[in-house]
Protein backbone atom coordinates (compact mmCIF):
# COMPACT_ATOMS: atom_id res chain seq x y z
CA UNK A 1 0.00 0.00 0.00
CA UNK A 2 1.00 3.16 -0.69
CA UNK A 3 1.34 5.75 2.15
CA UNK A 4 1.11 9.73 1.54
CA UNK A 5 2.84 12.13 4.11
CA UNK A 6 1.56 15.65 3.85
CA UNK A 7 3.61 18.21 5.61
CA UNK A 8 3.43 20.42 7.11
CA UNK A 9 0.64 19.52 9.74
CA UNK A 10 -0.45 22.59 10.01
CA UNK A 11 0.61 26.17 8.27
CA UNK A 12 -0.49 29.74 9.48
CA UNK A 13 -0.55 32.32 7.25
CA UNK A 14 -2.30 35.13 6.44
CA UNK A 15 -4.76 36.39 3.10
CA UNK A 16 -2.67 37.26 0.37
CA UNK A 17 0.07 35.23 0.82
CA UNK A 18 1.01 31.99 -0.90
CA UNK A 19 0.70 28.56 -0.03
CA UNK A 20 2.92 25.48 -0.46
CA UNK A 21 1.56 22.09 1.02
CA UNK A 22 3.65 19.32 0.40
CA UNK A 23 2.39 15.57 -0.44
CA UNK A 24 5.14 12.71 -0.67
CA UNK A 25 4.23 8.93 -1.44
CA UNK A 26 5.85 5.97 -0.13
CA UNK A 27 6.54 4.45 -3.44
CA UNK A 28 6.21 6.22 -7.06
CA UNK A 29 2.63 7.23 -8.32
CA UNK A 30 1.99 5.64 -11.47
CA UNK A 31 1.08 8.20 -14.34
CA UNK A 32 0.73 10.95 -12.22
CA UNK A 33 -2.54 9.55 -10.74
CA UNK A 34 -2.30 12.16 -7.93
CA UNK A 35 -5.55 14.47 -6.32
CA UNK A 36 -5.84 17.09 -4.25
CA UNK A 37 -9.36 17.87 -2.00
CA UNK A 38 -10.08 20.81 -0.05
CA UNK A 39 -12.24 20.40 2.91
CA UNK A 40 -14.12 22.59 5.19
CA UNK A 41 -15.83 22.08 8.43
CA UNK A 42 -19.00 20.31 7.83
CA UNK A 43 -18.85 19.62 4.86
CA UNK A 44 -18.07 16.80 2.08
CA UNK A 45 -14.64 17.24 0.26
CA UNK A 46 -14.33 19.15 -2.86
CA UNK A 47 -12.04 17.89 -5.89
CA UNK A 48 -9.17 20.70 -6.51
CA UNK A 49 -6.87 18.67 -8.89
CA UNK A 50 -6.31 15.37 -10.61
CA UNK A 51 -3.52 13.90 -12.48
CA UNK A 52 -1.42 16.06 -10.27
CA UNK A 53 -1.81 19.10 -12.22
CA UNK A 54 -5.35 19.34 -13.87
CA UNK A 55 -7.50 21.97 -12.37
CA UNK A 56 -11.05 20.70 -11.61
CA UNK A 57 -14.27 22.36 -13.29
CA UNK A 58 -14.78 25.43 -11.23
CA UNK A 59 -11.17 25.66 -9.50
CA UNK A 60 -9.88 28.95 -9.74
CA UNK A 61 -6.46 29.42 -11.20
CA UNK A 62 -4.27 30.53 -8.03
CA UNK A 63 -4.79 26.56 -7.04
CA UNK A 64 -2.18 24.87 -8.99
CA UNK A 65 -0.47 21.62 -8.45
CA UNK A 66 3.21 20.22 -9.87
CA UNK A 67 5.14 17.41 -9.13
CA UNK A 68 5.78 13.50 -10.41
CA UNK A 69 6.78 10.28 -8.98
CA UNK A 70 6.91 10.34 -5.19
CA UNK A 71 6.81 14.59 -4.17
CA UNK A 72 3.57 16.31 -5.39
CA UNK A 73 3.05 20.02 -4.25
CA UNK A 74 -0.26 22.23 -4.40
CA UNK A 75 0.30 25.71 -4.44
CA UNK A 76 -2.44 28.61 -3.49
CA UNK A 77 -0.88 31.59 -5.58
CA UNK A 78 -2.42 33.97 -3.08
CA UNK A 79 -4.79 33.23 -0.15
CA UNK A 80 -8.47 34.38 -0.03
CA UNK A 81 -10.04 34.13 3.37
CA UNK A 82 -12.20 31.12 2.00
CA UNK A 83 -9.41 28.85 1.42
CA UNK A 84 -8.18 28.26 4.87
CA UNK A 85 -9.35 24.75 5.06
CA UNK A 86 -8.07 20.97 5.17
CA UNK A 87 -6.08 19.72 2.43
CA UNK A 88 -6.23 16.20 1.63
CA UNK A 89 -3.77 14.31 -1.25
CA UNK A 90 -4.95 11.10 -2.74
CA UNK A 91 -3.18 8.65 -4.69
CA UNK A 92 -5.46 6.40 -6.99
CA UNK A 93 -3.83 3.63 -8.88
CA UNK A 94 -5.06 0.17 -10.63
CA UNK A 95 -7.25 -2.78 -9.46
CA UNK A 96 -8.42 0.40 -7.94
CA UNK A 97 -6.81 0.99 -5.02
CA UNK A 98 -6.56 4.54 -3.21
CA UNK A 99 -5.27 5.85 -0.08
CA UNK A 100 -4.86 9.78 1.36
CA UNK A 101 -2.89 11.41 3.20
CA UNK A 102 -3.20 13.00 6.43
CA UNK A 103 -3.92 16.37 5.76
CA UNK A 104 -2.98 19.60 5.90
CA UNK A 105 -4.72 22.19 7.71
CA UNK A 106 -4.30 26.22 6.50
CA UNK A 107 -5.61 28.68 9.26
CA UNK A 108 -5.59 32.01 9.49
CA UNK A 109 -2.18 33.78 10.69
CA UNK B 1 -27.10 19.07 -11.87
CA UNK B 2 -24.79 16.05 -10.92
CA UNK B 3 -25.77 14.98 -7.39
CA UNK B 4 -25.50 11.89 -4.57
CA UNK B 5 -27.72 12.19 -2.13
CA UNK B 6 -27.53 9.68 0.84
CA UNK B 7 -29.79 8.41 3.35
CA UNK B 8 -29.74 9.85 6.90
CA UNK B 9 -27.90 9.53 10.12
CA UNK B 10 -27.75 5.98 11.84
CA UNK B 11 -27.47 5.04 15.54
CA UNK B 12 -26.66 1.36 15.71
CA UNK B 13 -25.14 -1.08 18.95
CA UNK B 14 -21.91 -2.67 18.39
CA UNK B 15 -22.13 -6.04 16.75
CA UNK B 16 -25.04 -4.67 14.40
CA UNK B 17 -25.14 -3.52 10.66
CA UNK B 18 -26.09 -0.51 9.17
CA UNK B 19 -26.88 0.22 5.22
CA UNK B 20 -25.95 3.77 3.59
CA UNK B 21 -27.56 4.33 0.07
CA UNK B 22 -26.52 6.92 -2.01
CA UNK B 23 -28.98 8.26 -4.86
CA UNK B 24 -27.42 9.66 -7.96
CA UNK B 25 -28.85 11.98 -10.71
CA UNK B 26 -27.77 14.05 -13.30
CA UNK B 27 -25.57 11.76 -15.42
CA UNK B 28 -25.37 8.13 -16.47
CA UNK B 29 -25.38 6.04 -13.21
CA UNK B 30 -23.60 3.19 -15.20
CA UNK B 31 -20.90 4.87 -17.06
CA UNK B 32 -18.98 5.79 -13.42
CA UNK B 33 -18.31 4.01 -10.38
CA UNK B 34 -18.87 4.85 -6.61
CA UNK B 35 -16.20 4.84 -3.91
CA UNK B 36 -17.61 5.47 -0.35
CA UNK B 37 -14.70 7.25 2.12
CA UNK B 38 -14.74 7.52 5.80
CA UNK B 39 -14.35 9.98 8.52
CA UNK B 40 -13.90 9.22 12.26
CA UNK B 41 -14.34 12.54 14.28
CA UNK B 42 -11.80 15.00 14.00
CA UNK B 43 -9.41 12.73 11.67
CA UNK B 44 -8.59 12.28 7.76
CA UNK B 45 -10.26 10.50 5.14
CA UNK B 46 -10.29 6.68 4.90
CA UNK B 47 -10.91 4.91 1.64
CA UNK B 48 -13.23 2.07 1.89
CA UNK B 49 -14.09 0.72 -1.13
CA UNK B 50 -15.10 0.87 -5.10
CA UNK B 51 -18.12 -0.24 -6.87
CA UNK B 52 -18.70 -0.20 -10.82
CA UNK B 53 -21.89 0.64 -11.47
CA UNK B 54 -21.46 -1.01 -14.86
CA UNK B 55 -20.77 -4.43 -14.14
CA UNK B 56 -21.32 -4.65 -9.95
CA UNK B 57 -17.21 -5.13 -9.36
CA UNK B 58 -15.91 -4.48 -6.41
CA UNK B 59 -12.58 -3.95 -4.88
CA UNK B 60 -12.49 -3.10 -0.97
CA UNK B 61 -9.82 -1.83 1.47
CA UNK B 62 -7.78 -4.76 2.92
CA UNK B 63 -8.65 -3.44 6.55
CA UNK B 64 -12.52 -3.89 5.78
CA UNK B 65 -12.74 -6.88 3.83
CA UNK B 66 -15.11 -9.66 4.63
CA UNK B 67 -17.32 -6.69 6.84
CA UNK B 68 -18.60 -4.51 4.17
CA UNK B 69 -20.24 -4.90 1.05
CA UNK B 70 -21.15 -2.51 -1.58
CA UNK B 71 -24.33 -3.16 -4.35
CA UNK B 72 -26.02 -0.97 -6.51
CA UNK B 73 -29.66 -0.70 -7.83
CA UNK B 74 -30.00 0.46 -11.52
CA UNK B 75 -33.23 0.62 -11.46
CA UNK B 76 -32.87 3.79 -9.37
CA UNK B 77 -29.66 4.66 -9.70
CA UNK B 78 -28.60 3.88 -6.41
CA UNK B 79 -25.56 2.66 -4.10
CA UNK B 80 -24.94 1.02 -1.12
CA UNK B 81 -22.74 0.29 1.18
CA UNK B 82 -23.40 -2.39 4.42
CA UNK B 83 -20.95 -2.53 7.02
CA UNK B 84 -21.80 -5.50 9.65
CA UNK B 85 -20.02 -6.18 12.83
CA UNK B 86 -20.30 -2.75 13.89
CA UNK B 87 -17.87 -1.73 16.45
CA UNK B 88 -17.01 1.88 18.46
CA UNK B 89 -14.03 2.70 16.25
CA UNK B 90 -16.41 2.61 12.91
CA UNK B 91 -18.34 5.47 14.31
CA UNK B 92 -17.85 8.09 11.33
CA UNK B 93 -19.25 9.80 8.54
CA UNK B 94 -19.56 7.80 5.51
CA UNK B 95 -19.16 9.41 2.03
CA UNK B 96 -20.25 8.00 -1.29
CA UNK B 97 -18.44 9.78 -3.98
CA UNK B 98 -18.32 9.33 -8.06
CA UNK B 99 -15.55 8.78 -10.12
CA UNK B 100 -14.58 11.33 -12.39
CA UNK B 101 -14.24 8.59 -15.51
CA UNK B 102 -15.57 6.10 -16.80
CA UNK B 103 -12.70 3.73 -16.53
CA UNK B 104 -10.32 3.14 -13.16
CA UNK B 105 -8.69 4.82 -11.50
CA UNK B 106 -9.70 8.13 -10.84
CA UNK B 107 -10.33 11.10 -8.77
CA UNK B 108 -13.57 11.47 -7.20
CA UNK B 109 -15.63 14.47 -8.86
CA UNK B 110 -18.79 14.58 -6.82
CA UNK B 111 -19.48 13.70 -3.12
CA UNK B 112 -22.62 12.84 -0.92
CA UNK B 113 -23.37 15.10 1.66
CA UNK B 114 -22.11 12.38 4.19
CA UNK B 115 -24.40 9.63 6.67
CA UNK B 116 -23.28 10.36 10.45
CA UNK B 117 -23.33 6.58 11.92
CA UNK B 118 -22.76 6.21 15.29
CA UNK B 119 -21.82 2.67 17.21
CA UNK B 120 -23.17 2.72 20.52
CA UNK B 121 -24.22 0.93 23.60
Known amino acids: EIVLTQSPGTLSLSPGERATLSCRASQSVSSSYLAWYQQKPGQAPRLLIY???SRATGIPDRFSGSGSGTDFTLTISRLEPEDFAVYYC??????????FGQGTKLEIK | QVQLVQSGAEVKKPGASVKVSCKASGYTFTSYGISWVRQAPGQGLEWMGW????????NYAQKLQGRVTMTTDTSTSTAYMELRSLRSDDTAVYYC??????????????WGQGTMVTVSS
Open chain 1, 51 to 53: GAS
Open chain 2, 97 to 110: AKLMTTVTPGAFDI
Open chain 2, 51 to 58: ISAYNGNT
Open chain 1, 90 to 99: QQYGSSPQYT
